[in-house]
């Protein structure tokens, strides 16, 4: 599939500027085991790159100037790399402005590109596509110009430009997008960046994502007014507890004897992180000993916080997580990523997944009329630069 995706990407890059790309980079989305809205709170996160990629063709331009083209949206915009960079109307435009801002504010040389991308990412569905678009637009940069910038330091760079467009995220995406190993999962420490892989090895169950087909609205908004209850919930907790800094190092009996000194989400919220901290260093656990049915659970029980004490969840996405976890066969399930929509991953039973999908999506469909997506993904890279 990606061999297609990066032939009709070169061949328009031909078409559009006559010549043969000087750099070809693949940018990946990503999946999250386990570890949800936990990366801007000190957590551990347990993600993977996955085979959908953003494909990306590049030139230097020899000018100032840099034209960008997005196929798929059948759009593309001029840009003057030495303008000072502004949030458009146009969104996508923006990830690409925030990278250049990046890119300015650190202080890079560079010139103009001319850059044709073409994807195979579903937007909107919680598999970070802004990021695969923010990292490997930047790793292409990087390349074209020797900038020497080190992976890690692209993904935060990558973070930062998501910042500037708006949304205050954590590090999960970009590092993921960037790090990811075939076959294996990264833990990722959240506070110091340190990390190490993991196998992907589910034995008997097959991972596949239910794509509720549904973005909520106030995605943005919510997800920053979450980060800011945590922050809230975090300067209660240093004020009863000077030793503790972080959820990390908080038991949920600490937080618990805070109840009355937090509003009522802000406790929700802050009994969430410091549960979910621990789920995912059970989960590792888990993973690590092969003992999937322990690691389902574990998923089942982050879908319960997300959906009733984060209330990131929404009414499709709680039930496919409540029809599957009647299934003997769907050893578990969440909703994956921001929430308010996107995506659930799933682990099921060898041998069960095509019966799973099709009971699954006529029920949605009846009770919602929308149509699920189903994604058999595979974990894969994270951006690279492609060779033929
Ligand atoms: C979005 C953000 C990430 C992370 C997840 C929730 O994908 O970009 O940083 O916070 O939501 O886990």
Sequence with gaps: MNAILIQKTTDFFEKTFGSKPERVVLSPGRINIIGEHIDYNDGYVLPAAIDKIICFAFEKSNSNTSKIIAIDLDDSFEIEMNSSMELTDNVWT??????IHQLKLK?????????????NIPTGSG???????????LFGMNELF???IKPVDIALMGQSAEHWVGINCGIMDQFSSVMGKEDKVIKIDCRTLEYTYHDANFTDYSLILFDSNVKHSLMTSAYNERRQQCEEGIATIKKNFPKITSFRDCTENQVISLKDKMSKDVF??????VKEIKRVALACEAL?????????KLMFETHEGLSKDYEVSCAELDMIVDTL???EAVVGARLMGGGFGGCTINLIKKGEEERIKSQLAGLYFDTFGIE???????ISNGTSLYTA
């Design 372 to 378: 699920l997506k189903i994604y058999d993904v595979k």
């Design 127 to 137: 598999l970070s596509s802004s990021a695969a678009l923010e990292c490997g637009f």
């Design 107 to 119: 202080g890079f040389e560079f010139e103009g590109v001319n850059c044709v991308f073409s994807s």
């Design 94 to 99: 923006n990830y690409i402005r925030g990278v």
């Design 288 to 296: 690590d000993n092969g003992d999937i049915p322990a690691l389902g």
């Design 325 to 327: 976890k009647k299934e």
């Design 146 to 148: 020797d900038l020497n």
């Design 268 to 273: 929700k919220r802050s009994l969430f992180a």
